[in-house]
């Protein structure tokens, strides 16, 4: 979807599969990665908690 956003702005004019397009493609995936790996640790404390409250 962002390789597009990105061609659509740029008017059809470049190129639509560049690096550049890419590299930025591939950080905003490394947020939603880190936003998820965060979610799921936070769960695993909390599950193992949970588990174990004496501990």
Same mark, same amino acid.
């Given at each position: 979807m962002l390789l597009d956003f990105q061609f659509q702005l =740029?008017? /059809?004019e470049r190129?639509?599969? +560049?690096l550049g397009a890419?590299?930025?493609a591939l950080c905003v995936q @490394?947020? @939603?990665v880190a936003v998820g790996i965060s /979610?799921?640790?936070l =769960?695993?404390?909390k599950a193992r908690r949970q588990? +174990?409250?004496g501990h």
């Open positions: =740029a008017g /059809g190129e639509l599969y +560049n890419f590299k930025l @490394f947020v @939603f /979610g799921m640790l =769960a695993r404390k588990q +174990n409250p």
